[in-house]
């Protein structure tokens, strides 16, 4: 069992070099950053969390933790690099990994800093899990790519700060975030977004860029039937109550299955009557159904149950959010500057898409992965299994015991896989 656990430990930190090498692939990332970068992904993915002096302790070197949080520090606090140089790589890499049935989910997120007082650029959030506004945070631009086979590529994660002079507003950081990650995967996939995005102004910015999109509306939006000028503007909610369901489809969610009815109509908005939009009405066991606006045909039953599915999955990045939050502590954070914070929440993101991309692997390979971390439950009924994927690779770097004792020298590493990263030799 143990030589099997080393090869299994070598195994996972040879594809770790390999996604190492993919962030550090673009000239404008010095040689030295891309080092830091395997060296803090291993950290982070051994110690399970983005306190860099626990990513210190975690990283097998024989020189003093001290050292280490030193050289981790200076990495962060480094203006020579910058995350999006490693993000155009990495997404280059993405973009072979998803196809034209993908669907893009954009969303907001945050993190709640309760108890902070000093660290730079905290803002009022919104906090989600309370409901309530919190005093200090940051704010989150998330992007995640979600297969028609149900599996994760995560894209896009930037730190937002309504204190810093750059900042304009939670839209413009959007559109911004849109505009990077298209220009590197292009605009063949589905948008699927929420109700925090329903405004002309984003209809508009979608329309010019020619991408799918479905956006969940609210109730309350006034819309006409399209081809009837003559009549008054309703509420969405007036016009969803006079269609009849036409379509069933059924969702799985959770390990169950979800039966729902929807419906379309053309309709038209006052603000752009020129342009031709349907609204697709989906109801569930809850008392409102959803209300999804789109610039796609949803005229038969297959494109309806299409529209329908891509905005069900528009829930992955929710899941995304959580898991990085839970899997690296993420609101745990604890930098003294804004572009040091900045740093670490991309470093969570890779570290969650290393986590991905052991997911991508045949799932066979990944039975042999997952049957070696207990639970109390059955992995192959999970929707999301990188909870134990983290705990797996935590377990992991852990596995391969130290080497022999020879001839000291000076920088030896003890795992010799490790060394690539260190770039010293075994």
């Not at 999006?84 to 954009?106: F, M, N």
């Not at 419906?263 to 109801?283: C, F, M, N, T």
């Not at 992955?316 to 990085?324: F, K, L, S, T």
Request: aromatic residues 10%; positive net charge.
């Amino acid at each position: 069992m143990k030589l099997n656990q080393l090869r299994l430990s070598r195994e996972i930190v040879s594809e770790l070099e390999a996604f190492a090498q993919i962030l550090g692939n673009s000239p404008e990332v010095p040689k030295p950053t891309r080092k830091f970068i395997g060296q803090a992904l291993y950290g982070m993915l051994k110690a399970q969390s983005v306190v860099v002096s626990q990513i210190a302790q975690a990283l097998p070197e024989p020189i003093s933790v001290f050292c280490r949080l030193q050289r981790l520090c200076y990495q962060l606090a480094n203006s020579r690099w910058d995350p999006l140089s490693c993000a155009g790589g990495y997404l280059e890499w993405a973009r072979q990994e998803i196809g034209p049935d993908t669907v893009l989910c954009a969303d907001i997120g945050d993190i709640a800093k309760k108890y902070a007082k000093s660290m730079p650029g905290l803002s009022q959030v919104w906090d989600g899990s309370d409901k309530t506004v919190k005093r200090a945070g940051y704010f989150l631009a998330e992007i995640e790519a979600v297969r028609s086979d149900g599996r994760h590529v995560p894209l896009y994660l930037e730190t937002l700060s309504s204190r810093k002079a750059s900042y304009v507003s939670q839209n413009h950081q959007m559109d911004m975030a849109i505009d990077f990650v298209i220009a590197h995967i292009g605009t063949r996939e589905i948008w699927a977004m929420d109700r925090g995005f329903d405004d002309e102004k984003r209809f508009r910015f979608m329309d010019e860029r020619k991408l799918s999109w479905v956006i969940r509306v609210r109730g309350g939006r006034h819309a006409q039937k399209a081809g009837l000028p003559y009549l008054k503007s309703q509420a969405i909610s007036e016009l969803a109550a006079r269609m009849s369901p036409s379509v069933s489809l059924s969702l799985q969610s959770g390990g169950k299955t979800r039966a729902l009815q929807a419906a379309s109509i053309r309709i038209e908005l006052k603000d752009r009557p020129d342009a031709g939009y349907s609204l697709v009405a989906v109801w569930t066991k809850r008392k409102n159904p959803w209300y999804l606006l789109t610039n796609m045909a949803a005229s038969t039953a297959c494109q309806i149950q299409r529209i329908a599915r891509a905005y069900a999955a528009r829930w992955g990045v929710e899941d995304a959010a959580r898991v990085i939050k839970q899997c690296f502590d993420l609101e745990n954070i604890r930098l003294l500057t804004f572009q040091g914070i900045r740093k670490m929440v991309w470093l969570a993101l890779w570290a969650y898409a290393f986590l991905c991309r052991i997911g991508l692997w045949p799932k066979k390979y990944l039975a042999v992965l997952l049957s070696a971390v207990s639970a109390l439950w059955d992995w192959r009924g999970l929707k999301i299994i990188h909870y134990r994927l983290s705990n797996f690779i935590a377990m992991a770097l852990v596995w391969p015991p130290p080497k022999k004792r020879g001839p000291r020298r000076k920088g030896r590493a003890w795992i010799p896989a490790f060394a690539g990263m260190t770039g010293k030799n075994p």
